[in-house]
């Protein structure tokens, strides 16, 4: 008589135990957590890249802006209701001007980045009518700048913001060598090494970084105080420095 075959019955399939679950979760926290990392690192890289570009075109641009009009933009301003008096900047970039029209903001105190957009972009960012400086269209025009390009969804009214969507610090020199004294914007002052005002005939543009807290400006050295790893300063960035963390070079005209 033939045997048949014997059947083994299957082994019965084991699943996950609670500890083999939570290691693998762990694990992928760990590499979820490693992955945000990078990805924050990069971000912070790319923002400093493009605070650095603006800082530096910035810097050009209001070197442009003195060159043609023997001037930098001011760092305060209120824009007139009308035409100007003949020690106002407007009417010395345009003294021949039809300030007939009511400029855009009129009233307005400016301050600071608000300047910069201002000064460098003209009214609606476009650049200056030399004959209605108060058009906002200037087509068709020998316009003068404008000198800079400024983002439209990083300005806000007449606020031109860092990547990380803090204003700018704007300070120029009045007197070839002078940056008003005691002159401070949202708490900072004008930076000085060794007693001297730094870029003494130029300006100095900072952002106040990632922390979006500034550093207190006045005397300034990377690693001294208030730029230093744990204070609010060490990442800040200016035209000064190259566009370089105020904590880390110094690398001055």
């Known amino acids: 008589m033939k045997l048949s ?136 025009a020998t316009k003068k700048g404008p000198y800079f390009d400024f983002p439209a969804n990083r300005v806000s009214g007449h606020t031109f913001l860092d990547p990380w969507g803090t204003p700018y610090v704007y300070f120029r020199s009045v007197n070839g060598n002078d940056y008003g004294g005691t002159f401070t914007a949202g708490g900072v002052s004008p930076y000085k090494q060794n007693g001297r005002d730094v870029n003494q005939n130029s300006v100095q543009i900072i952002s106040a970084g990632a922390n979006k807290a500034f550093g207190p400006g006045g005397p300034w050295s990377p690693g001294g105080t ?14 000064f420095n190259q566009g370089a963390l105020l904590g880390v070079q110094v690398t001055t005209n």
Not at 14 to 37: K, P, T, Y
Not at 115 to 134: I, K, S, V
């Open 5 to 140: 075959a014997m059947r083994v019955p299957p082994t019965a399939r084991r699943g996950f135990s609670l500890i083999e679950l939570l290691i693998v979760m762990a694990i992928i926290a760990i590499l979820a957590g490693m992955l945000m990392a990078g990805v924050q690192r990069a971000r912070t890289v790319a923002r400093r890249t493009s605070a650095a570009n603006d800082i530096s075109q910035l810097a050009a641009a209001c070197q442009a802006f003195k060159q043609q009009f023997g001037f930098y933009p001011p760092d305060t301003y209120t824009i007139p209701a009308g035409t100007p008096t003949d020690s106002d900047p407007l009417k010395r970039m345009f003294p021949r001007g039809n300030f007939s029209g009511a400029l855009p903001g009129a009233g307005t105190t400016l301050t600071q980045a608000e300047t910069l957009t201002f000064f460098l972009g003209g009214p609606g960012m476009t650049g200056w009518d030399p004959q209605t400086p108060a058009n906002t269209n200037p087509a068709g």
């Open 226 to 239: 208030g730029y230093s790893e744990a204070e609010a300063g060490f990442d800040d960035m200016a035209n």
